[in-house]
């Protein structure tokens, strides 16, 4: 499926700029969480889980070759929001955010990053299998690293992830997630996917 959802972006890229795109898939995820009318059947917001993660950038930015390779290492935080639909058997539709702060390095650059992302989930009810995919916003302290410019301080971010259980409440993970800042910064710039591995302890 994360090799799908990777082509058919970069099928759409290639027929529009990157920013085009960024920018119409905003209000359409900003749709599903503000505008459809769900069927509520989730609880308040709340705190459902922290964790760690760390990642590597690809050979590629979402079909653009990349300059450098960069490692990103971070604390993410889930927090559901009270918009959902759960059938009685426990598996349905959910809302969340993605929260998270860490370092971005790479070409001999060290910077300060943190994002918060709106997701909409497909899994169980109480977040032990999750497949989840969103579209936000991140800052960096620092967009120049060696020959690669990230443009900006402000970057769209999108994440797509899946989550599952390993024991008790602790939880592993795989996340796809794209920088860029689609095109805010002129033509120049250039982001960077990241591969990451999560391990997450759940409430």
């Known amino acids: 499926m994360i090799m799908f959802m990777r082509t058919w972006i970069e ?8 920013y085009r795109f960024l920018l119409a898939c905003t209000p359409v995820v900003c749709g ?4 459809a009318p769900w069927p509520s059947n989730a609880d308040e917001m709340r705190l459902a889980s922290i964790g760690l993660r760390a ?4 050979a590629s930015v979402l079909g653009e070759e990349q300059q450098q ?3 990103e290492y971070d604390a993410v935080a889930r927090i559901d929001l009270p918009w959902g639909w759960y059938s009685q058997s426990g598996w349905g539709l959910g809302t969340r955010v993605l929260v998270s702060a860490g370092a971005l390095d790479g070409g001999g650059e060290t910077g300060f990053i943190t994002s918060l992302i709106p997701a909409v989930s497909l899994g ?3 977040g032990r299998f999750s497949i989840d995919v969103g579209i936000g916003g991140a ?8 020959q690669q410019n990230f443009g900006g301080p402000f970057q769209v971010a999108a994440t797509l992830g899946v989550s599952i259980p390993v024991y008790g409440p602790f939880g592993a993970g795989y996340r796809f997630q794209h920088y860029s800042d689609a095109g805010l910064y ?3 710039s250039r982001g960077a996917d990241f591969h990451m591995i999560e391990l997450t302890y759940r409430f």
């Open 11 to 18: 099928a759409v890229l290639r027929g529009m700029p990157r």
């Open 69 to 71: 390779t960069f490692r």
């Open 32 to 35: 599903f969480f503000f505008v």
């Open 186 to 188: 002129g033509t120049d």
């Open 124 to 126: 169980s009810r109480d």
């Open 139 to 146: 800052l960096l302290t620092n967009h120049q690293f060696g």
């Open 55 to 58: 990642g590597i950038t690809g």
